[in-house]
């Protein structure tokens, strides 16, 4: 759209029609703004006119400011401008919503007299979440529409609010019946017309000491909260301070002081790795334009194994509204898997996440069986049998003789060779790897793998799907671990190597917690059970580098039964059930007995260096992953990472905390690492020839 018309103005008797037409969300971007600003100058000015409606374009009124202007410097009129425009004007401004009004946006709806939506409306300040605070006065007026407490448990979250709750905590004037967002305004701005209600500005309104008080207190509250968040979480302090401004200070140095503090947010680390991450997350799910119309239907699906995974899978396709036929290999196992399964729907219908209607519904659509004849039908089987290549082939083989020619048939390995699992199969390019991460139904990240032969409408199919299950699919070609597991193997042999040098591992946790991550990598082993680790090492033994430098404190643990929670013994300690772990004197002594027998004097690490170690092994392996062309882009890993893995999200992922770091300071590193062992660390020739013609990983996403 040529960029003068991002605002349209029609005349509807006396009533000035403003609509905000910038697809996709109507964005507040520079000719936005200048365009509504011209648009109530010149209702100011037009004797005829006596009211003004605002009004947006498609799905969503507004969905905020542009994102894509926060790296640039920014473009007049600003929207505070905008907003005190809309707020000073003489004549009534209504605006009318549906769909989205976030960020800007609620601001823009703020600084109006009034404000009408339609049901499907939501309302929100999602401004947190990008490491921002709201910037065009809605610190200043949310306050003195809804209150201190209302604002802050929508802007301390970021979450979106439905209509009937902003009606009811007076955010909006009145919900309309219906979806037209056009004829609701025009409706309610007839009564304004005929003067039969008086402009209200947020400006004129003061607290009263009542309520000053009340929200004095719940600002204090939230700043106790707030304070378990940690420093990092910049925007949440400025948050509680620009709201303190609006009941301790002038409005006018309360908007100064918003300001201020917006400004320094938008200049934040923080904030440019949110937004990275917000685009990033996007653009993941996006696939060259050749694939585009060429996905198979998929309704019905069989999954293969009722294990944990298998049984969060189907209910992942359950909830997705598929139907879904679980097989097992004989009747006890498969009425242990549908029971699993039953169990977790019933959680999650027990916790309000699924009404009685879906959760009878969903129950409807599930269904068991011991042959595979059963998937005959289903446009989709996803294997979820033991991680064992011989197993999985023998299910494969079974899988192209009984589905029908247009079914996909996606394996969930999540290290095996998924051109070797296909081999020999005549229908190889209906083979994908759908990689879901544990447990499946819960977390969003999903890798998928696309073996060479795999065909494209395949591959589109699976992006729909995980579309459709509200999934964040990121793509990646077959490799030992794919995208996630062969950069996790990387860093957890850092923290092995550092943990048999001298930090112990609770050291080690509690650096890489202080880093941001919920738990460190000792803290994982015991939670996912130490003897898968331990097995899948024994396979591997036999092919293992001689000039890999070998770590066995985890095998000792293992020997000793200490497989972790479930053992009540692994690196900690868990007494009577409890999921927090104590530190353990014997795993200590465990550690200095192997440093004993191979002659390693132990050293003492900084929690920084701990944390050097830990991500420059990390980002290594991820540059070989870009290298070799398993991960797309940087950006893949990112989205891997953090929400596969944990990584915060305040930083960017590690590719983003990468260019950030100083590529050329993480080379140097590693190049340091290397005096000590020069096997493992090898810097990444991608690594390399970032640093050697100064560009960056960012400069590859694109
Ligand atoms: C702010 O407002 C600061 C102010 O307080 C102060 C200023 C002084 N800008 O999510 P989707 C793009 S901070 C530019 O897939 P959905 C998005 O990248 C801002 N572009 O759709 C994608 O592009 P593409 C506060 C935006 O239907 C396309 O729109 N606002 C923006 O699933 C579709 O997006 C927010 O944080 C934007 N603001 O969900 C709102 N938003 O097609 C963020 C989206 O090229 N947005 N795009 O990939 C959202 O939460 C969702 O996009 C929304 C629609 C719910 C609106």
Same mark, same amino acid.
């Given at each position: 759209?040529?960029?003068?018309?991002?605002?349209?103005?029609?005349?509807?008797?006396?009533?000035?029609?403003?609509?905000?037409?910038?697809?996709?969300?109507?964005?507040?971007?520079?000719?936005?703004?200048?365009?509504?600003?011209?648009?109530?100058?010149?209702?100011?000015?037009?004797?005829?006119?006596?009211?003004?409606?605002?009004?947006?374009?498609?799905?969503?009124?507004?969905?905020?400011?542009?994102?894509?202007?926060?790296?640039?410097?920014?473009?007049?009129?600003?929207?505070?401008?905008?907003?005190?425009?809309?707020?000073?004007? @003489?004549?009534?401004?209504?605006?009318?919503?549906?769909?989205?009004?976030?960020?800007?946006?609620?601001? /823009? !709806?703020?600084?109006?007299?009034?404000?009408?939506?339609?049901?499907?409306?939501?309302?929100?300040?999602?401004?947190?979440?990008?490491?921002?605070?709201?910037?065009?006065?809605?610190?200043?007026?949310?306050?003195?529409?809804?209150?201190?407490?209302?604002?802050?448990?929508?802007?301390?979250?970021?979450?979106?609010?439905?209509?009937?709750?902003?009606?009811?905590?007076?955010?909006?004037?009145?919900?309309?019946?219906?979806?037209?967002?056009?004829?609701?305004?025009?409706?309610?701005?007839?009564?304004? #017309?005929? +003067?039969?209600?008086?402009?209200?500005?947020?400006?004129?309104?003061?607290?009263?000491? @009542?309520?000053?008080?009340?929200?004095?207190? !719940?600002?204090?509250?939230?700043?106790?909260?707030?304070?378990?968040? +940690?420093?990092?979480?910049?925007?949440?302090?400025?948050?509680?301070?620009?709201?303190?401004?609006?009941?301790?200070?002038?409005?006018?140095?309360?908007?100064?002081?918003?300001?201020?503090?917006?400004?320094?947010?938008?200049?934040?680390?923080?904030?440019?790795?949110?937004?990275?991450?917000?685009?990033?997350?996007?653009?993941?799910?996006?696939?060259?334009?050749?694939?585009?119309?060429?996905?198979?239907?998929?309704?019905? !699906?069989?999954?293969?194994?009722?294990?944990?995974?298998?049984?969060?899978?189907? #209910?992942?396709?359950?909830?997705?509204?598929?139907?879904?036929?679980?097989?097992?290999? =004989?009747?006890?196992?498969?009425?242990?898997?549908?029971?699993?399964?039953?169990?977790?729907?019933?959680?999650?219908?027990?916790?309000?996440?699924?009404?009685?209607?879906?959760?009878?519904?969903?129950?409807?659509?599930?269904?068991?069986?011991?042959?595979?004849?059963? $998937?005959?039908?289903?446009?989709?089987?996803?294997?979820?049998?033991?991680?064992?290549?011989?197993?999985?082939?023998?299910?494969?083989?079974?899988?192209?003789? #009984?589905?029908?020619?247009?079914?996909?048939? !996606?394996?969930?390995?999540?290290?095996? =060779?998924?051109?070797?699992?296909?081999?020999?199969?005549?229908?190889?390019?209906?083979?994908?790897?759908?990689?879901?991460?544990?447990?499946?139904?819960?977390?969003?990240?999903?890798?998928?793998?696309?073996?060479?032969?795999?065909?494209?409408?395949?591959?589109?199919?699976?992006?729909?799907?995980?579309?459709?299950? +509200?999934?964040?699919?990121?793509?990646?070609?077959?490799?030992?671990?794919?995208?996630?597991?062969?950069?996790?193997?990387?860093?957890?042999?850092?923290?092995?190597?550092?943990?048999?040098?001298?930090?112990?591992?609770?050291?080690?946790?509690?650096?890489?917690?202080?880093?941001?991550?919920?738990?460190?990598?000792?803290?994982?082993?015991?939670?996912?059970?130490?003897?898968?680790?331990?097995?899948?090492?024994?396979?591997?033994?036999?092919?293992?580098?001689?000039?890999?430098?070998?770590?066995? /404190?985890?095998?000792?643990?293992?020997?000793?039964?200490?497989?972790?929670?479930?053992? +009540?013994?692994?690196?900690?300690?868990?007494?009577?059930?409890?999921?927090?772990?104590?530190?353990?004197?014997?795993?200590?002594?465990? /550690?200095?007995? #192997?440093?004993?027998?191979?002659?390693?004097?132990?050293?003492?690490?900084?929690?920084?260096?701990?944390?050097?170690?830990?991500?420059?092994?990390?980002?290594?392996?991820?540059?070989?992953?870009?290298?070799?062309?398993?991960?797309?882009?940087?950006?893949?890993?990112?989205?891997?990472?953090?929400?596969?893995?944990?990584?915060?999200?305040?930083?960017?992922?590690?590719?983003?905390?990468?260019?950030?770091?100083?590529?050329?300071?993480?080379?140097? =590193?590693?190049?340091?690492?290397?005096?000590?062992?020069?096997?493992?660390?090898?810097?990444?020739?991608? $690594?390399?020839?970032?640093?050697?013609?100064?560009?960056?990983?960012? =400069?590859?996403?694109?």
């Amino acid at each position: 759209m040529h960029q003068a018309n991002l605002i349209t103005t029609r005349r509807e008797g006396t009533v000035l029609v403003v609509t905000v037409q910038n697809p996709p969300v109507n964005a507040l971007s520079v000719n936005v703004r200048h365009g509504i600003i011209e648009a109530i100058k010149h209702a100011q000015n037009t004797a005829a006119i006596t009211a003004i409606l605002l009004t947006g374009q498609g799905k969503h009124f507004i969905a905020g400011a542009d994102i894509n202007e926060f790296s640039r410097s920014p473009q007049a009129p600003l929207l505070p401008e905008v907003c005190d425009c809309i707020e000073a004007s @003489k004549k009534p401004v209504l605006t009318s919503m549906s769909g989205a009004t976030l960020g800007g946006g609620l601001e /823009i !709806a703020l600084a109006a007299h009034f404000r009408v939506a339609t049901p499907s409306a939501t309302f929100g300040f999602p401004e947190v979440t990008l490491g921002l605070i709201p910037g065009a006065g809605g610190t200043q007026r949310a306050p003195r529409l809804i209150g201190i407490k209302s604002s802050l448990a929508m802007m301390l979250t970021g979450k979106s609010i439905n209509a009937h709750e902003a009606l009811s905590i007076g955010l909006i004037d009145h919900l309309n019946q219906s979806e037209d967002a056009l004829s609701n305004g025009l409706r309610f701005i007839q009564t304004l #017309v005929k +003067g039969e209600i008086n402009i209200r500005r947020r400006a004129d309104v003061k607290i009263s000491s @009542k309520d000053l008080e009340k929200a004095t207190l !719940a600002l204090d509250e939230a700043r106790q909260g707030s304070k378990a968040i +940690g420093t990092s979480f910049g925007a949440t302090q400025a948050l509680i301070e620009a709201l303190e401004g609006s009941i301790t200070l002038p409005r006018h140095e309360g908007m100064a002081r918003e300001r201020a503090l917006f400004l320094q947010c938008l200049g934040s680390p923080e904030r440019s790795a949110l937004v990275h991450v917000f685009q990033s997350e996007r653009k993941v799910m996006k696939l060259p334009s050749e694939f585009h119309g060429s996905a198979r239907p998929i309704n019905s !699906a069989g999954v293969v194994g009722g294990g944990t995974m298998g049984a969060s899978i189907a #209910v992942c396709l359950l909830n997705g509204g598929l139907s879904v036929v679980l097989i097992e290999q =004989d009747n006890d196992r498969l009425e242990t898997g549908l029971e699993r399964i039953r169990s977790i729907l019933q959680h999650l219908h027990s916790r309000g996440r699924m009404s009685k209607q879906e959760h009878e519904a969903v129950l409807q659509r599930l269904q068991g069986a011991t042959d595979y004849i059963a $998937l005959s039908t289903v446009d989709l089987v996803i294997e979820a049998v033991f991680e064992d290549i011989v197993v999985k082939k023998a299910v494969f083989e079974r899988l192209a003789e #009984v589905c029908n020619p247009k079914s996909i048939l !996606a394996t969930n390995t999540s290290y095996l =060779d998924i051109n070797e699992i296909s081999s020999g199969l005549s229908r190889r390019s209906d083979v994908l790897g759908l990689h879901f991460f544990s447990p499946a139904h819960i977390m969003r990240l999903m890798e998928i793998v696309v073996p060479q032969s795999t065909s494209k409408d395949v591959v589109a199919s699976g992006f729909e799907l995980a579309r459709r299950l +509200g999934k964040i699919a990121v793509r990646s070609a077959v490799s030992d671990g794919f995208i996630g597991n062969r950069i996790l193997a990387n860093y957890r042999k850092a923290a092995e190597y550092m943990m048999e040098d001298g930090a112990s591992p609770y050291q080690i946790d509690s650096a890489v917690r202080a880093f941001g991550f919920p738990m460190g990598p000792f803290q994982i082993s015991d939670l996912s059970g130490g003897d898968i680790g331990w097995a899948q090492r024994k396979r591997k033994a036999a092919t293992r580098d001689y000039r890999e430098r070998y770590v066995p /404190i985890a095998d000792r643990l293992c020997e000793a039964g200490w497989f972790g929670q479930k053992t +009540g013994r692994g690196y900690y300690r868990y007494t009577d059930g409890k999921r927090i772990g104590e530190p353990d004197e014997d795993v200590l002594l465990l /550690i200095e007995n #192997v440093r004993r027998e191979k002659g390693i004097k132990p050293r003492s690490f900084t929690d920084e260096e701990i944390i050097r170690r830990y991500l420059a092994a990390m980002i290594n392996e991820a540059a070989n992953v870009v290298d070799q062309g398993v991960a797309e882009r940087p950006l893949d890993i990112d989205i891997t990472m953090i929400h596969g893995y944990a990584f915060p999200r305040y930083r960017g992922g590690p590719m983003k905390y990468a260019d950030d770091y100083g590529l050329d300071k993480l080379l140097a =590193d590693i190049r340091e690492f290397a005096l000590e062992d020069a096997y493992f660390w090898q810097p990444s020739n991608l $690594l390399q020839e970032r640093v050697t013609t100064s560009g960056l990983f960012e =400069d590859l996403n694109n």
